[in-house]
């Protein structure tokens, strides 16, 4: 379940947007995280390697850029 979203203003144009939440599983924060990159909407998005080493109930931060 998704429970905060910020944006923060980077570079000329550029944004930083964090998602968090908790994954109920590893391969649901997997999916979430690629679903997030193969919509186009956003430059880059990154998942730190630690919150990988966690199966289950995973309280996460995702990092997302883009040009809005």
């Given at each position: 379940s998704l429970n905060g979203?910020?944006?923060v203003?980077?570079?000329?144009g550029a944004r930083e947007f964090f998602?968090?939440?908790?994954?109920?599983?590893r391969s649901v924060l997997v999916s979430f995280a690629e679903t997030l990159?193969?919509?186009?909407?956003f430059?880059?998005?990154?998942v730190?390697?630690?919150?990988l080493a966690k199966e289950s109930g995973i309280e996460f931060?995702?990092?997302?850029?883009?040009?809005?």
């Open positions: 979203f910020s944006v203003p980077a570079e000329e998602i968090s939440g908790v994954a109920s599983e990159k193969q919509a186009g909407l430059d880059g998005v990154s730190p390697l630690s919150l931060t995702l990092r997302a850029t883009g040009a809005f």
